[in-house]
């Protein structure tokens, strides 16, 4: 819910920092980072450890995760 359906976050989110648009910034990493962003979390903001958390996501989710987020495009804000 944090990146919306479509990796553009929803307005009016009580979160500091915002969150980022996905369809901007995944372009600008490689895989292996996208991954760790998800596995460990982002310091300092509202990022969580999606592989750390208790019944939290395996590997291979986290894999499909970076797949589906490098098929994101430009959304028409």
Not at 23 to 47: C, N, R, Y
Request: with cysteine.
């Amino acid at each position: 819910t944090c990146h919306g359906l479509n990796g553009v976050p929803p307005r009016g989110l009580d979160l500091d920092p915002y969150p980022l648009d996905l369809t901007v910034h995944v372009p600008q990493h490689p895989d292996g980072q996208i991954f760790l962003f998800i596995e460990k979390g982002i310091p300092g903001s509202a990022m969580p450890a999606w592989g750390e958390i208790a019944n939290g996501l395996t590997d291979e989710q986290i894999w499909h995760l970076v797949n589906f987020l490098r098929t994101l495009g430009i959304v028409e804000r």
